[in-house]
């Protein structure tokens, strides 16, 4: 039996086709990739430039973070010293500091998260093995604060579809008084 294409011209054409397909699948992979890169780089700009601030309710302090969470500014009112006791002054600050951060941090990932998803390996190449096999799926190392959480332990208010935030054993049933007053300070 004789070869009905003894030059190989049909295996070739099809060699052709399929490499053409395939330089096809990757000119679309590598637009996507700088589509995705010119999306990056402008969101992070734009994320540089945010800040968030958190005000406690009684408008004694403000924080301000950068979009990463880290302490650009703190403000104290005047009255700051006069309506509590320096232990609690301190929790107060510590939370309102914490929801900014957490604020700016939730923010931050809520952004990004859509530009993180990049198809998978088996999605573009028949057989290959998927990256979920090899990248940790548990989700970051510290979870950010949450800002609903520590605004209701500050105000002993439960956050909405919450449990109840855990005492924190520092409450108690008098109202704080100014240690300015008590010779303290």
């Known amino acids: 039996m004789t070869d009905p294409d003894p030059t ?3 295996r070739r054409q099809e060699l052709r086709t399929s490499n053409d397909a395939l330089r096809g699948q990757i000119d ?22 945010k ?3 958190v005000i406690s309710e009684d408008g004694v ?13 703190l403000l104290l009112s005047p009255k ?25 941090q939730q923010s931050l990932q809520s952004e990004f998260a859509a530009l993180a998803e990049t ?9 290959a093995p998927s990256l979920t096999d090899f990248l940790p799926s ?15 332990a500050r ?3 439960q956050p909405p579809a919450q449990q109840p935030a855990a005492r924190r054993g520092d409450e108690d049933d008098e109202p704080p008084q100014s240690f300015m007053t008590e010779g303290r300070w």
């Open 8 to 10: 190989g011209a049909a």
């Open 61 to 73: 302090i403000t924080a301000r973070v950068d979009a990463t969470g880290t302490l650009d500014q």
């Open 51 to 53: 800040t968030h601030e």
């Open 119 to 127: 198809p998978d390996l088996p999605d573009v190449f028949a057989g």
């Open 80 to 104: 700051a010293f006069e309506r509590t006791t320096p232990e609690q002054l301190a929790r107060n600050i510590t939370s309102v500091v914490r929801e900014a951060t957490g604020s700016a």
């Open 155 to 157: 105000t002993g208010k």
């Open 138 to 152: 548990s989700g970051p190392l510290v979870a950010p604060p949450d800002p609903a959480a520590e605004r209701a």
């Open 28 to 49: 679309g992979m590598l637009a996507d990739l700088r589509r995705r890169t010119a999306e990056i780089q402008e969101k992070q700009t734009e994320a540089a430039a």
